[in-house]
């Protein structure tokens, strides 16, 4: 079975389904009508993946307005989720999944240690993106809630809901999954508008193919028997493919009437809003798509469809990976956006200048941020601006000041 062998759990307690107020048994199977047969629609959510590829998914501690990085052994999973995965892997799996599906599922495996005060410790071992065929959502008698994973070769597990990280899209009428009200992806009004596009590119390439049928007309004008017709259509081909001039040579026998073709093409502006119409549908506009964008178009593209992502996730793996009590001591997992800022070189230049003056920045951080690569004798080097002092000694050396110019007079 290899590592799926870590995930084979069952509940040690008798459960039964999940009570839901709509009404529905809450059994969800993966998943609907296959969109993905678009180019666009591929070429829409690959372009959403590529973004979030470049997350960094960070172990942090926030202590009041401060954020402490921590190096802990969650975030040396987050560097290497399992086996076969790279973090950009990892992300990248998360992300078609949720477009997919419009859930995803992630399954840390972990083990227990004791440490010598006595307290246990959870030590995570993996994190595993998982693509069921049937999701179960069950409950026991405390109401405790469970969620029971159908493969596709029919190996079940099944597992706290706590314990495993669902990350959802439009999460709206259903109480448990993202989606409809099935649990599965709402795409009936995107596959009209597929379907829309399909007929015009199939009408388009049927009018392509007429262009190429019937170019004329050759008129004996003489009976001919089928034998003779035959020979001199051959003949007639001929004399087409040997002519370099562009001239047809005839006798008085054949007269050729080309048929005039008016051939009705879908215009530019017609295709262009199919294409935005399903762009939209992704939040992807057009300049994303051909990476012809500006800084501005980025940051709207960013804020309207990466932004609530990267929040998700966020917030997502922190609520499964840490417990309540680490929560409230201000453990988080966050998604950095660090390579998705798209800055101009005078606006790096200028983010460099601010950060820098203020010790902000390691001196090969500034390198890096012009694309030059780390030098080994600036590792953890960081230099400052003298013009700046800290604010709790700014009134102490104001006063100072003051004094020694009243001596002086």
């Known amino acids: 079975m290899g590592w799926l062998d870590k995930l084979r759990r069952k509940p040690k307690v008798k459960t039964e389904y999940a009570d839901m107020l709509n009404g529905y048994t809450p059994i969800y199977s993966q998943f ?41 052994n969650v975030q040396s999973v987050l560097n290497a989720p399992n086996e076969i995965m790279t973090t950009t892997d990892f992300i990248e799996k998360i992300i078609w999944q949720l477009y997919f599906n419009y859930n995803a599922f992630i399954i840390p495996t972990w083990y227990t240690r004791q440490e010598t005060n006595g307290s246990l410790t959870t030590v995570y071992t993996g994190l595993y993106p998982i693509a069921p065929t049937n999701v179960e959502i069950l409950q026991d008698a405390s109401d405790k809630l469970y969620i029971k994973f159908t493969f596709a070769n029919h190996y079940e597990t099944t597992l706290k809901y706590s314990d495993v990280i669902h990350i959802r899209k439009n999460f709206s009428v259903n109480e448990f999954m993202g989606g409809n009200e ?47 017709t035959e020979a001199a259509l051959k003949q007639l081909e001929e004399k087409l493919k040997n002519s370099e001039s562009g001239f047809l040579p005839l006798d008085i026998r054949a007269e050729f009437t080309p048929i005039q073709r008016e051939i009705q093409m879908v215009d530019e502006a017609t295709l262009k809003f199919i294409d935005e119409k399903i762009l939209r549908h992704f939040g992807v506009p057009l300049c994303i798509l051909t ?42 997992i966050r998604f950095y956006t660090k390579d998705l800022i798209f800055l101009s070189t005078d606006q790096t230049l200028e983010m460099v200048n ?23 004798e600036l590792v953890g080097v960081r230099m400052m601006s003298l013009n700046y002092v800290n604010v709790e000694y700014a009134k102490e050396y104001q006063l100072n000041q003051k004094e020694g110019t009243d001596d002086g007079e």
């Open 291 to 332: 990476g012809d964008y500006t800084k501005e178009q980025y940051e709207a593209f960013f804020q309207k469809t990466i932004e609530p992502i990267v929040r998700t996730l966020s917030q997502s793996f922190t609520k499964t990976i840490f417990t309540q009590r680490e929560r409230s001591f201000g453990n988080q």
């Open 32 to 72: 609907g009508d296959d969109i993905y047969a678009s180019d666009v629609v591929q070429q829409a959510i690959n372009c959403i993946v590529m973004e979030c590829k470049k997350l960094i998914p960070t172990h942090v501690k926030e202590n009041g307005s401060d954020v402490i990085p921590v190096n802990s």
């Open 182 to 228: 099935f649990g599965q992806p709402d795409n009936d009004a995107l596959l009209k508008t597929l379907d829309l596009n399909w007929q015009l590119l199939h009408n388009l390439s049927k009018a392509m193919v007429s262009s190429c049928a019937v170019n004329g007309i050759v008129k004996y004008n003489t009976m001919m028997d089928d034998g003779k």
């Open 354 to 376: 601010l950060l820098g003056a203020s010790g902000s920045l390691y001196e090969n951080e500034k390198r890096v941020a012009f694309g030059m690569r780390p030098l080994p």
